[in-house]
């Protein structure tokens, strides 16, 4: 065992995952979105100690300004045997205003200088907005992120309705806030549920914000006790829709992002539905630079900031990426609009010594509409004939790699 | 050695994980592994990271993988026991060791300390590792030809394949020790005096004595009948009547060794009745079908011989009575005793240490090493730990002991240093 080459003293260093964001150096991409991990100053604090490269405080609002919230508040999406494939939540804003919420970015600035320390507002009127910019810029935050889509509906406007579901509104209110916010970075943090994002994204270049947050919970109903008839969560014999959050609301994420990477010039801040290591470089490929996470957190807990940066260290050096941002925007070439995509022949083709002859496949394909496999003996067999290419067999197929598509033409 | 879970059935198993906090298995496992940790890293497709978390907490990581009894460690603790099954935590354990090895990546020791390490049974080669990772030099003596103590030299050829070890150990290549085979050490003294300090952890290999008449012709050795057939020097046993004398884990490896060395018949002997025998699941899996009969509540008390010739084992049948002890105690059946025919009798009845140092350590009975919690002997630099310390262990509970002996040396050179 001796005589081994030996060439180094000492540990080697572990791979740099720092990305710079609007100027802001981040020792990670892992940011606290705003959100109930953030809304207490020593709960913040032990996430920074865990490892996250930032917070962004929860929506915090001018004083004087009514959060009044009603539990219980969350709820959840089953599926397959597991909890929390998404979550629902009927939370407001912060119920610290900014007189609170100023102190702790002084504080945190002092405790964690390395560290991304922002603040998330919401207000009504300019001078709301405006003083709100005011104040977290003279305590010192690194960044202000604006919510233009609390699913409770932002304030303002249309009652009931999100700012950033209107972009005239989103225009006009990003001005508002950068006046005053001047050099300091501004996100914008938009909903999924509008017609055209491209439009609200655009509005909010236009008003002039750093860059934007895409995005936030999608407005849900979570589900109806079907012997009270009364939906998810239940308050007495009341309810009302939640905000859908986690890994159930991840592809919705992917396209909100990459439909603005595709078509706008702004840095993104991605979230929604992140809670591993390979969620998080789908979500840098389709053109997100740093990654914000709520769920996830809230359900397993601010060590999972190990693991992601465990899993995308290993992935990186695997693939040779020497730098986070060498991942951003590597699937946006392969996105184009549906006209664009190549047109050929795919026939179906099933492996039969991994095959395990459950006829899963068989009743897809009869069933899902285009009856091209018949089960001889418990083994599938595909009619190319029949076969149109859908791919559905493969997706329902309990063995991995059994079945696969094979290009004819 | 174990059947692999397959990927689907891996992540399956991984999935049933809670997650708990402050989670009790870890806490059960002598060396904590990280396990919620490395089975969110598995069930997240980063099988490296996994590794890792498990690699850093576990030298021997492969041949815990296989062989780690984790019904008495970590799978007893897991929450889910009576709830649906625990989580199968060793199972995961080696699929992510035989699915990823990395290894440790190589450097040259920074500090100016030497440290002696004596025995490359599971607790040197655990101490070694460690205090080459706090960056000193290492020196490990080792009587055997090979490192890795009853790992190599013991468990049964047929359940263990040796190939796990090595790969576990070639891991560890990057670190620089030094290792020297066939390095008998004989004074501790000469060692104390030209290195900073010394870990001992030399284990338990003299077979336990009978004290039955003419013992020394007639009874033969489980350690040296196992090392024997995992060394390839084993004789068949074609045609010959085997009786074992023993109850624990290590009779069972020789009762499936003999078997394995095509005996005519194996019967294994054991003073109290079936619950009463403390031996592993796996192990008794082992041997389940291997045709091994069973003489419970049965003790040996005699030879018989022909022309000086073994003929029969004459043996004495027991009952089991309650004495208010925690164990039933077993009490000879007046009249009641009956011969076994044998060729050879092979005792496994337990392990004793060799206690010949030139160094006062102030043994115990029964051969218990004495230790504080930092693995300390009375001598202020002499560290041990392993089966000396503990009486007949496990593997993970002998690198616990390194791996703890090997910190407490670090604080003591550092202390010495400032
Ligand atoms: C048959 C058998 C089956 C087992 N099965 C399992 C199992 O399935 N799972 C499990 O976890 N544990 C098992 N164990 C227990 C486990 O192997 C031991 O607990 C463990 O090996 C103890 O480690 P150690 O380092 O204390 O001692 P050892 O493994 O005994 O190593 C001590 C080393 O010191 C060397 N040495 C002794 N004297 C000197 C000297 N003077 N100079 C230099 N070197 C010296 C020896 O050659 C040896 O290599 C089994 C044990 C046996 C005997
Ligand atoms: C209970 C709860 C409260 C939240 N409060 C806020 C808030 O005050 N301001 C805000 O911008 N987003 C808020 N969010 C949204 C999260 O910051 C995040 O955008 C959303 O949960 C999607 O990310 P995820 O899938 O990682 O959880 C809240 C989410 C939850 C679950
Ligand atoms: S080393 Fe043993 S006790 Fe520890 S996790 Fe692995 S199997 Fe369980």
């Known amino acids: 065992m001796t005589g081994a080459s030996q060439s180094k003293r000492g540990p080697e260093p572990p791979l740099d995952l720092s990305v710079s964001f609007l100027g802001i150096e981040l020792e990670n991409p892992f940011i606290l979105s705003a959100a109930p991990s953030t809304d207490e ?41 597991r909890r929390l494939v998404g979550m629902g939540n009927i939370d407001l804003i912060s119920e610290h205003h900014i007189d609170v919420v100023e102190k702790r970015v002084a504080i945190l ?34 960044l202000i992120e604006c919510s233009f889509s609390c699913p409770q509906g932002s304030m303002g406007e249309r009652p009931g309705a999100m700012l950033a579901q209107s972009a005239e509104a989103t225009e006009k209110v990003t001005g508002w806030v950068k006046e005053a916010a001047g050099d300091l970075p501004v996100l914008i943090k938009i909903t999924p549920q509008v017609t055209d994002v491209v439009e609200i994204a655009q509005a909010v ?31 007495d014999q009341y309810s009302t829709y939640s905000g859908l959050t986690g890994p159930a609301i991840k592809p919705l994420t992917l396209r909100t992002v990459a439909e603005i990477a595709r078509h706008v010039d702004i840095p993104i801040s991605g979230n929604g539905g992140i809670s591993t290591w390979k969620d998080a470089v789908e979500l840098f490929s389709v053109g997100a630079r740093n990654i914000q996470i709520c769920t996830a957190v809230m359900h397993y807990g601010f060590r999972i900031v190990d693991d992601l940066k465990s899993g995308l260290s290993n992935y990186m050096k695997r693939r040779g990426f020497g730098r986070v941002s060498d991942i951003v925007g590597k699937a946006l070439p392969h996105i184009v609009d549906h006209d664009s995509l190549p047109r050929r022949t795919v026939k179906s083709r099933i492996k039969s010594d991994l095959c395990i002859g459950c006829g899963v496949c068989y009743v897809a394909c009869r069933d899902g509409g285009h009856l091209a496999i018949s089960m001889d003996d418990r083994q599938p067999v595909v009619d190319d004939d029949k076969c149109v290419g859908c791919g559905l067999c493969m997706l329902t197929c309990p063995v991995s790699d059994c079945i696969s598509m094979e290009v004819i033409t | 050695m174990n059947e692999l879970l397959s990927p689907s059935a891996a992540l399956r198993e991984a999935w049933r994980c809670l997650h708990c906090w402050d989670a009790p298995c870890t806490a059960a496992c002598p060396v904590h592994v990280p396990i919620p940790e490395f089975i969110a890293r598995l069930r997240a497709d980063d099988i490296v990271g996994a590794e890792e978390l498990v690699r850093q907490a576990n030298p021997l990581i492969s041949s815990c993988g296989d062989i780690c009894p984790d019904e008495d460690y970590c799978s007893r603790a897991c929450i889910l026991k009576d709830v649906e ?57 080792e009587k055997d030809n090979a490192p890795g103590g009853m790992l190599r030299y013991s468990l049964a050829a047929d359940r263990f394949p040796v190939r796990i070890l090595d790969q576990d150990l070639a891991l560890m290549q990057g670190l620089g020790i030094t290792w ?62 085997v009786v074992i004398i023993g109850g624990g884990n290590v009779s069972l490896d020789v009762a499936s060794t003999a078997v394995h060395a095509g005996a005519e018949s194996v019967v294994l002997i054991y003073r109290r009745g079936p619950k009463e025998m403390p031996v592993w699941k796996r192990e008794r899996e082992h041997v389940e079908g ?100 503990s009486g007949e262990g496990t593997v993970v509970a002998a690198q616990s002991h390194g791996i703890r002996a090997a910190r407490a040396i670090h604080a003591l050179l550092q202390e010495v240093r400032s």
């Open chain 2, 85 to 141: 099954g625990s989580i199968r935590v060793r199972e995961l354990h080696g699929f992510v060791t035989e699915s990823a090895h990395a290894p440790w990546q190589r450097w040259k020791p920074w500090k100016a300390e030497r440290v002696a390490v004596v025995g490359a049974g599971p607790a040197g080669i655990a101490c070694a590792r460690e205090l080459a990772r706090f960056g000193y030099h290492v020196f490990v003596f």
């Open chain 1, 41 to 81: 100053l020593d709960i913040a604090c032990a996430g920074l100690d865990a490892g996250w490269a930032g917070v962004i405080l929860k929506t915090t609002s001018v004083e004087g300004n009514p959060v009044s919230l009603a539990y219980p508040m969350m709820s959840t999406m089953d599926w397959a045997g």
């Open chain 1, 205 to 235: 270049k236009n008003g002039g914000a750093d860059g934007l947050t895409a995005s936030n919970s999608v407005p849900a109903l979570m589900g109806v006790d079907i012997e009270t008839f009364v939906p998810a969560p239940s308050l």
């Open chain 2, 290 to 389: 291997k045709g091994v009969r069973f003489e419970f509540c049965t003790r040996p008390t005699g030879f018989i011989t022909e022309g000086g010739v073994l003929k029969a084992l004459q043996c004495q049948r027991t009952r089991l009575i309650d004495t208010g002890k925690s164990r039933l105690t077993p009490q000879d059946v007046e009249g009641y005793d009956f011969l076994l025919p044998a060729d050879l009798v092979i005792g496994s009845v337990g392990m004793n240490a060799s206690k010949d140092e030139d160094v006062e350590l102030g043994w115990k009975d029964k051969a218990y090493l004495p230790v504080d919690e930092n693995m300390r002997t009375k001598e202020k630099r002499l560290f041990a730990g392993g089966d000396l310390v």
């Open chain 2, 180 to 241: 020297k085979t066939g390095a008998c050490v004989d004074s501790l003294k000469s060692l104390l005096d030209s290195y900073d300090a010394v870990f001992y952890g030399t284990g338990r290999h003299e077979d336990a004595t009978l004290g039955l008449a003419d013992e020394e012709s007639f009874l033969f050795s489980g350690l040296s009948f196992l090392r024997a057939w995992r060394t390839g020097s084993g004789e068949s046993l074609a045609g010959k009547d």
């Open chain 1, 109 to 142: 600035k002092s405790e964690f200088g390395s560290k991304l320390i922002a603040a998330s507002i919401m207000g009504q009127k300019q001078e709301d907005w405006q003083s709100l910019v005011q104040r977290l810029k003279d305590a010192g935050v690194d």
